[in-house]
């Protein structure tokens, strides 16, 4: 039996939380409305970035979502690495894990053109499967859409033992709607009490574990 480990990129892989931020508040301020600080940022991603620029606006001013969206869009392509860097050990842990003979793929809800030329950047070295991001072509997580399309692209004559890594309760939900083994980080942007809440939440403690560090990513697996 082989095995795919399938991982969220925001919060997870690297810490984007700077430069996603950045982005919305430019937005912002050119909106005329009040910005936020990163730590309120990490509750307000997750869900894509037309949801991030949603939440992030006043409740009158959320008619102006579409708008937000689009400065974002446009800044965020030309920030999108200013701050945003890997989380220690995260290099080292896909590189055991590509040298075990493991699969690995990215589903995340950021938008895919940026999700791709982080992972290029920050991880050349490793050779992904597939990186699939936000688009029009498929739901967003927690809708499984994504993971089944990755089983498309893998051999059908081998037998795969399947773990989706994230930090949310939306790789939580992804990961039991396509009735899949989760990894936690802890690390994240949520942290452990949310991930321990949604796991309690959809009955998963048996498909479940919590990394409290990248390497631990490897150890669960391996």
């Avoid at 894509?48 to 579409?66: H, S, T, V």
Wanted: hydrophobic residues 40%; charged residues 30%.
């Amino acid at each position: 039996m082989k095995y795919l480990a399938i991982f969220d990129l925001d919060g997870t892989i690297a810490d984007t939380i700077c430069d996603l931020g950045d982005a919305v508040n430019y937005g912002l301020e050119k909106l005329g409305c009040p910005t936020h600080d990163y730590a309120a940022y990490k509750q307000m991603v997750g869900n894509g970035a037309k949801k991030l620029c949603f939440r992030a606006l006043p409740e009158n001013k959320q008619d102006k979502a579409e708008e937000l969206y689009l400065m974002f869009k446009e800044y965020y392509s030309h920030h999108y690495l200013d701050k945003t860097k890997l989380y220690d050990g995260m290099k080292e842990t896909m590189e055991k894990l590509q040298n075990n003979g493991v699969i690995l793929a990215v589903v995340t809800n950021k938008p895919e053109d940026a999700a791709r030329k982080i992972v290029a950047k920050l991880l050349p070295d490793i050779n992904f499967l597939c990186v699939l991001g936000g688009s029009d072509k498929r739901p967003l997580k927690p809708d499984p859409a994504a993971i089944f399309e990755i089983y498309s692209l893998l051999p059908d004559e081998e037998e795969f033992f399947v773990e989706m890594i994230g930090d949310s309760n939306v790789d939580v939900m992804t990961a039991c709607n396509a009735d899949i083994r989760f990894i936690g980080c802890s690390w994240g942007f949520r942290g452990r009490e949310e991930l321990e809440a949604c796991i309690r939440e959809c009955n998963r403690w048996l498909y479940s574990s919590i990394a409290e560090k990248p390497s631990d990513i490897a150890d669960i697996i391996l």
